[in-house]
């Protein structure tokens, strides 16, 4: 059922213009979620025993009102609103033939992506990230951002974005739902394209994919090589008071860290129509990931006159190679009523994670022998679901949907540290850098959710109901906690339509950010010493309260939609640092008790000259943090501005440049703020025939990846940077096949003449 909003005809294809959502009242919360559930229950009970009357046929239901189309003869819309969600076309961005997931969400609105390839939303870390529906073991655990700056973006087609997610869909994540759609198009026969590029710094790009579509039959198959350089420098500046003697002392280090990786993918998929009632699909992608990782590491501690306490160098040397496969298996009955629908679905999804590096340690003040140490690590995880989905349309302007889903997540993460004799190299343990740790949940879930459209109104309300299992161990230690919780999870939706151009929505959900395995983990990481790191085992689940409302407006050659939103956070994880002396510093996960956040989204497009197109949207936030549990003093608050702005010139049929700039302002931490971002990304496509089509890339033009993170308490002052060398070119060819000429354009967002 079409979700009811504005929806405009371009080139033969509906489209509907972006809208928002809203901030409500705090107050308001109980009683629409109330309502909302009521609703929900009261129709779905109605819906359900009017199915079961085999007697007596459902008359006709009325035809709902015509919505009226308006052509636009211009460029196409890159941006779909439904009522629970916007979903992003990614194909006319110029970073999705040879860029990441990475490039790719970093220029969608109210996402945001750090140098570590960490993902927020309006702001919030707490994003659930699926791909096609379902979570992927490829964003959780520690090596989460890389994967995410790996992945490539050529096998995407959509981004949808969900900041208050229907009962559909799981709990997890305080501050929506990305999710990733990839590419499933095809055309009757054989279609396919071949790309190869080259970057600076040693880079490339490969890549295939190919597909063939006949009757019931539709297989499609996509491989890719990627050659990555990364060059990262971390720096931190501790001054603190010695514990011993109380004299201040200035401790200074640096990491000068290289990574050279190499990514090849492959994935495959099919789907069969068993008969005109029954259909099958499956699909398995691997993914490899992995190769040298150097640095060198100085450490120097001073007092303020000058006198130098400690003087220390570090060389490492190491391997992380990263295994990834994902199953998915998908079975569809079409039932008694036209789209009436049951599915059953299984996925798999794993990654296996296996490093070791080789230390040379020395020591100039006070001087002492070199000696050698090494650490190994592994990190394997686990996620396997079964889902169970039932969709009934009621009649024209009303459906309800059904569910059942069952997960059960996986993780075992354990390492060794050894200290190595340089004449003999017999390695001896070190106990201090050897543990193992283990965690499994379980989590079972029912949902219901009820559309309906009456006039000018659409509304979507829903109720989810998990019942969470959990058992952490560390085995080393003998240590073991296990937890066990229910939650009740409602969301509502409402849409009205004002006129043809504007329209007013409402969502309103309740969410939950359980912790991630990794944080959950009390041992200390001593990979990047001095900036020690450890996981909290008693960490909370976080549970959030957002509301949102919204104004959606088309006129004649330009859009803008503004939404204001309010979250209510409970219990959030957020990093502690503390200071241990001889410039080490402890950095942990903790629950913060309460913290708000606002803010006032704002989005336009449109054309401002014949050949120019140009699109801008921000985030106006404002944050307060309360850490008074946590020692720290009063009230915290921030605002500021996420900003994003695109501009598409088209001087010819057959040229293309396009250029972007990402601003995302200081963040608010407990002890402190991290400080803004800034990135510009620019691209240029000419297309040399039908069929080839030449591309030129340059990503993060000023080398703005830098996370900079000031801490301050009664002990210490911590100035962190983390630089990402992120300027990176790329010059390849796209050869397509198979397709029709506008199918072999996928960084326009202009149609082509035919």
């Not at 799981?170 to 590419?183: E, H, M, P």
């Not at 990574?259 to 029954?278: C, H, K, W």
Request: charged share 20%; hydrophobic share 30%.
């Amino acid at each position: 059922m079409r979700a009811r909003g504005l929806h405009y005809k371009v080139a033969s294809v509906t489209f509907n213009i972006p809208v928002g959502r809203a901030q409500s009242a705090r107050s308001m919360y109980p009683l629409v979620c109330s309502i909302g559930l009521w609703a929900v229950a009261i129709m779905a009970a109605c819906s359900v025993a009017k199915a079961q009357e085999p007697s007596s046929p459902p008359a006709p239901a009325p035809a709902p009102p015509e919505v009226e189309s308006i052509v636009v003869s211009a460029e196409k819309l890159s941006v779909e609103t439904l009522i629970d969600r916007k979903i992003y076309s990614v194909t006319a961005d110029v970073q999705s033939t040879f860029g990441t997931l990475s490039d790719i969400l970093s220029v969608i609105p109210s996402v945001d992506v750090d140098p570590d390839g960490i993902v927020s939303l309006r702001g919030d870390r707490n994003v659930l990230i699926l791909i096609d529906g379902k979570p992927s073991t490829q964003f959780s655990g520690s090596s989460a951002g890389d994967n995410l700056q790996s992945i490539p973006a050529k096998d995407i087609e959509r981004i949808e974005i969900l900041t208050t997610p229907p009962a559909q869909f799981k709990a997890d994540g305080a501050a929506g739902v990305i999710n990733i759609i990839t590419r499933k198009k095809r055309t009757a026969g054989a279609s396919g394209s071949v790309q190869a590029s080259l970057g600076s710094g040693g880079r490339y790009v490969v890549g295939a994919d190919g597909g063939y579509s006949s009757g019931p039959l539709t297989v499609s198959a996509t491989a890719g090589y990627r050659q990555d350089y990364r060059q990262r420098l971390i720096q931190s500046d501790v001054r603190a008071p010695d514990p011993t003697t109380g004299v201040l002392i200035d401790s200074k280090s640096s990491i000068n860290e290289r990574l050279r990786r190499e990514v090849p993918t492959l994935g495959l998929s099919a789907d069969y129509a068993l008969n005109d009632r029954q259909s099958i699909s499956g699909s398995v992608k691997w993914a490899d990931r992995g190769g040298l990782r150097t640095y060198t590491q100085l450490n120097d501690s001073a007092t303020p006159a000058g006198a130098e306490t400690n003087s220390s160098r570090r060389f490492s040397s190491g391997h992380d190679p990263e295994t990834d496969y994902d199953e998915k298996l998908r079975f569809t009955q079409k039932l008694g009523r036209p789209e009436e629908t049951l599915e059953f679905s299984l996925h798999r999804s794993t990654s296996r994670q296996l490093e070791h590096y080789d230390y040379t340690n020395d020591s100039f003040v006070p001087p002492s022998a070199t000696f050698f140490n090494n650490l190994t690590f592994h990190e394997d995880h686990g996620t396997t679901e079964f889902g169970a989905d039932y969709a009934l349309p009621v009649s024209r302007t009303r459906s309800l949907k059904l569910g059942y889903a069952f997960e059960q997540d996986d993780f075992r993460f354990g390492n060794i540290g050894g200290n190595v004799d340089p004449s003999s190299g017999a390695q001896t343990i070190d106990p201090n850098l050897t543990n193992d740790f283990k965690f499994r949940q379980q989590i079972n879930a029912a949902y219901a959710s009820y559309q309906a459209s009456m006039g000018a109104w659409t509304w979507l309300g829903g109720l989810r109901a998990e019942l969470t299992r959990t058992d952490a161990q560390q085995l080393t230690d003998g240590i073991s906690t296990i937890g066990s919780y229910f939650e009740i999870y409602p969301s509502l939706h409402v849409d009205r339509s004002l006129s043809n151009d504007s329209t007013l929505s409402f969502g309103a959900s309740r969410r939950v950010t359980r912790p991630d395995p990794s944080n959950l983990n009390p041992y200390v990481d001593h990979e990047y010493t001095p900036n020690l790191v450890a996981g909290n085992p008693n960490l909370r689940p976080q549970y959030t309260q957002s509301y949102e409302a919204g104004y959606g407006f088309q006129g004649e050659g330009v859009s803008f939609g503004l939404t204001g939103y309010y979250r209510l956070n409970r219990d959030s994880v957020t990093d502690l640092t503390e200071y241990l002396g001889n410039g080490l510093s402890l950095t942990t996960k903790t629950n913060l008790p309460k913290n708000d956040s606002a803010g006032l989204e704002f989005t336009s497009n449109g054309r401002i000259l014949p050949k120019l197109n140009a699109s801008v949207s921000g985030n106006f936030f404002y944050s307060q943090i309360d850490a008074t549990a946590l020692g720290i003093a009063g009230l915290q608050s921030t605002t500021g501005l996420n900003a994003k702005a695109k501009l598409d010139y088209r001087p010819t049929t057959a040229d293309s440049a396009q250029i972007t700039f990402t601003r995302t302002d200081k963040r608010l931490t407990p002890q402190g703020y991290v400080s803004a971002i800034n990135l510009v990304n620019f691209g240029y496509k000419h297309q040399l025939g039908p069929e080839l089509t030449a591309l030129a890339t340059v990503s993060d033009l000023f080398n703005g990846q830098r996370l900079q993170r000031f801490s301050t308490s009664p002990a210490f002052t911590q100035e962190y940077q983390r630089t990402v060398r992120g300027r990176i070119l790329y010059v390849g060819l796209v050869y397509s096949f198979g397709t029709t000429f506008k199918d072999k354009q996928p960084n326009f967002e202009y149609d082509q003449p035919g």
